[in-house]
């Protein structure tokens, strides 16, 4: 396999890249195109590889593409999102300047349950954006975290002050295995370690987007990260604490929250496009009915709030907006549901940043699947497929008090 | 292939290169990327509007073509957006390969027949819920001064919000009476999909397209003072670009030239916003605060003449590198790639100089030659709407 030679050159050549394996078995020296019936698709990674001791490489090939993209995605360990999201405000920081001089679009947040980054350029500025990733995924320095560490406070104090707030907290609550309320602000030593558990170098994927060789993609992006190594146990994260909620004077607010499954799910994607638009369309008289988006950690929680001007009327909407997720609605808005699901999957791909995103959301270590088995997936869906969601609705619906 | 001298409003100044467009009308030039994992149709018309009442037809129209096309794909794994600037208005589908060709044949037809009544009237109703919003703000009436001058009109007799709301009358029933292609000729079409692409010797043999048309007598600027009370002032410059200057030259003037103001970041500055009009002359609008006074022109003249010379305050080769990132990610998606391609098109250029253009990441301009073009930059308009 062309793949297989070129690394062993490589590996010669640089000295420094070590016997490969595929995920997760230890065989040695596995790196393949995922299919080879695939070839020149480009929703399927040309390879995949990974380093022992070292990051999941995964390299989209793509011949005369003027831009390189680079993204780097850690898991979210521990599941503490305030913790990412300094982590993430640091790294971005620390890497703006050089990404500026360069121009290269630079992003990261938390995103389908992992820490994510990703920096997108001209071609030729290749070695620029991988320094770029270094500096993302470098060790979080102790000082200057305090301006993060403020605003992770104003953010929470600002959900607590709105009803639509609380409900996310309640949310977050929800997945952080809690009953509601919010963790508490992380400190710098908290950060620290979530960038030694998550960004241990064999923990990292990186996803490559470009005209580029295998082996640039080895020898540059193969060593970065933190040391690698176990987790060692399980990570601090301090109980949820619950926020004080003023009271809103001028309407009644109620509220539910549900996860129809993992968030990209092609059957779920095809339900919540269906809610979204069922929503939008139905009149709910005397009330304001919006879909709240949970916690991006994959689980695809969902949440809806109602406000009117007494209970009768809030109670009324919430039991009209909660039947548009019945069999019978569905059987109304699937089909429309399905068609914006797959629009929305287009347009995702149609950029560089959405077309890595998509890589990254639907690679498994096991292989197999890619963003062209979830295309599908969406694209052959039947009405039947989507019981499991009527069904994991009715389990995991709750109505959390967020009008105190 | 979009056939320019066909359309019915000839609304460019579109180059005689000597090469001239080839094709038949409604034939899209294709453009090939075999590694997108995406496809996209850009549909283009010009940005012909000659008076007001045009102008506000040309919004309403579009507006409802966008909901019949939207309808008439609504089950396509499709999405479909719309934008506009002083050069073209671009519908562009955004698509998976496989329904590229039913969704192109969706476009094609909805572009062809008399919209629905219920979608013009839709249309223009929105329009006039967004007159009676802004029809009167400061900016809104900045906008009508240099839109006319823009058109070659007395920009100090551009209308008030009550004439341009009035302007509305009638208009639902002009949207139904023709088809959209039958008013402004067929329209230039663009499909980026996977497929055999041009040789590349082809297109980098080419003369470029030339954007600006031949030297004109030097003429003293055309200068226009509103005065106004509100807090915020606004200003629009156009500059004629130098003789013989390419679009790419003049695409990559215009981002070294917002590249360079961005180094800046002035708390005064609200607005910044460039783009290439019809005519190939660059237009600028800011918009800082009362207090700020004539500054930002006075900075905004200066950053050209710092562009043209050889060691300017920030230097070219400093800001090159982020233009080049930049005009790379955009002609990297189908729809950039599409949407450069057509307005090249829309300014003349025959289907090689199209795809030269929407491949020119690869090859940008020679800073020296870049320079050139700065230096020989002249203002020709410039509209200043508040206190001075």
């Known amino acids: ?404 | 292939m979009a056939v320019v001298a066909a359309c019915a409003v000839p609304p460019l100044d579109a180059q005689d290169t000597g090469l001239g467009p080839s094709g038949a009308p409604d034939a899209p030039l294709v453009i090939a990327r075999d590694w997108l994992p995406v496809a996209s149709v850009t549909m283009a018309f010009p940005a012909s509007a000659r008076t007001q009442r045009e102008d506000l037809l040309t919004r309403a129209s579009d507006r409802a073509l966008l909901a019949a096309i939207r309808e008439a794909t609504a089950d396509e794994p499709a999405r479909i957006t719309y934008d506009r600037d002083a050069t073209a208005r671009y519908f562009v589908a955004t698509v998976a390969p496989g329904a590229l060709e039913s969704v192109l044949d969706a476009m094609r037809r909805v572009s062809q027949s008399v919209l629905p009544p219920r979608l013009a009237g839709d249309a223009v109703s929105a329009m006039r819920g967004d007159l009676s919003f802004r029809a009167d703000l400061p900016r809104s009436r900045f906008d009508r001064v240099l839109d006319a001058q823009l058109r070659g009109e007395d920009g100090a007799l551009a209308g008030d919000g009550a004439a341009e709301a009035a302007e509305l009358e009638g208009l639902a029933t002009d949207i139904g009476a023709t088809a959209p292609a039958d008013r402004w000729g067929p329209p230039a079409w663009v499909v980026v999909e996977d497929g055999e692409a041009i040789p590349s010797e082809e297109t980098t043999a080419l003369p470029s397209l030339v954007a600006t048309g031949s030297a004109t007598s030097p003429s003293p600027p055309l200068r226009t003072q509103v005065p106004s009370d509100a807090v915020t002032r606004w200003a629009g410059s156009v500059f004629r670009f130098p003789p013989e200057t390419t679009l790419v030259e003049a695409s990559f003037v215009r981002l070294l030239l917002e590249e360079s103001l961005a180094h800046h970041q002035d708390p005064a500055l609200f607005e910044f916003d460039t783009e290439i009009d019809a005519r190939g002359r660059l237009v600028v609008r800011l918009s800082t605060s009362a207090g700020a006074s004539a500054g930002w022109e006075a900075r905004l003249d200066d950053a050209i003449v710092q562009l043209g010379s050889d060691g300017g305050v920030v230097r070219l080769d400093q800001l090159l590198p982020p233009v080049r990132s930049r005009w790379s990610r955009e002609l990297a998606a189908a729809s950039g790639a599409g949407r450069a391609a057509a307005e090249a098109l829309l300014r003349g250029a025959t289907e090689l100089q199209a795809v030269a253009f929407a491949n020119s990441a690869g090859s940008p301009p020679a800073a020296e030659r870049l320079r050139a073009v700065a230096r020989g930059m002249t203002l020709v308009i410039r509209v200043v709407y508040g206190s001075n």
């Open chain 1, 1 to 404: 396999m062309p793949a297989v030679v070129s690394l062993l050159c490589i590996a010669g050549l640089i000295g420094a890249v070590p016997r490969l394996e595929s995920e997760p078995s230890p065989t040695p020296i596995q790196p393949a195109r995922l299919n080879p019936s695939d070839d020149g698709d480009p929703l399927v990674p040309d390879s995949v590889l990974k380093i022992p001791s070292g990051p999941t490489l995964i390299l989209e090939r793509a011949e005369g593409i003027p831009v390189v993209g680079i993204r780097v995605s850690a898991p979210l360990d521990p599941l503490w999102p305030g913790a990412a999201r300094i982590l993430v405000e640091q790294a971005l920081e620390r890497a703006r300047i050089r990404a500026e001089a360069i121009g290269a679009d630079l992003w990261g947040g938390v995103q389908d349950g992992r820490i994510a980054f990703h920096a997108i350029g001209d071609a030729q500025y290749t070695d620029e954006l991988a320094w770029v990733v270094r500096l993302l995924t470098a060790e979080p320095a102790a000082t200057g975290a305090g301006g993060a560490i403020a605003r992770e406070n104003a953010r929470l104090d600002q959900l607590a002050e709105t009803p639509r707030g609380r409900l996310v907290l309640e949310m977050e609550g929800k997945v952080l295995g809690g009953a509601g309320g919010a963790l508490p602000v992380p400190t710098i030593g908290d950060v620290h370690e979530m960038w030694r558990r998550s960004f241990a170098r064999d923990r990292l994927r990186i996803l490559v987007l470009g005209d580029l060789p295998l082996h640039w993609v080895l020898a540059d992006l193969s060593r970065i990260g933190g040391p690698p190594g176990p987790a060692g146990g399980a990570a601090f994260v301090p109980p949820p604490r619950t926020l004080p909620f003023p009271e809103s004077p001028l309407y009644t607010w109620t509220a539910a929250a549900f996860t129809l499954g993992p968030a990209h799910d092609p059957a779920v994607l095809t339900a919540t496009a269906a809610l979204r638009l069922a929503l939008q369309r139905s009149e709910i008289a005397n009330a304001a009915v919006n879909l709240v988006e949970g916690p991006d950690d994959g689980s695809g929680w969902l949440g809806i709030t109602v406000r009117a001007t007494g209970r009768r009327d809030a109670d009324g909407a919430m039991a009209s907006a909660l039947a548009l997720v019945t069999g019978e609605s569905l059987d109304a808005w699937w089909i429309q549901g399905g068609a914006a699901a797959r629009s929305d999957f287009i347009a995702a791909a149609s950029t560089p940043a959405g077309w890595l995103a998509l890589s990254d959301r639907y690679h498994v270590p096991q292989g197999g699947t890619s963003a062209r088995t979830a295309f599908d997936r969406l694209r052959a869906l039947r009405r039947q497929d989507l019981a499991p969601v009527l069904e994991r609705f009715q389990a995991t619906l709750f109505r959390p008090g967020i009008d105190r």
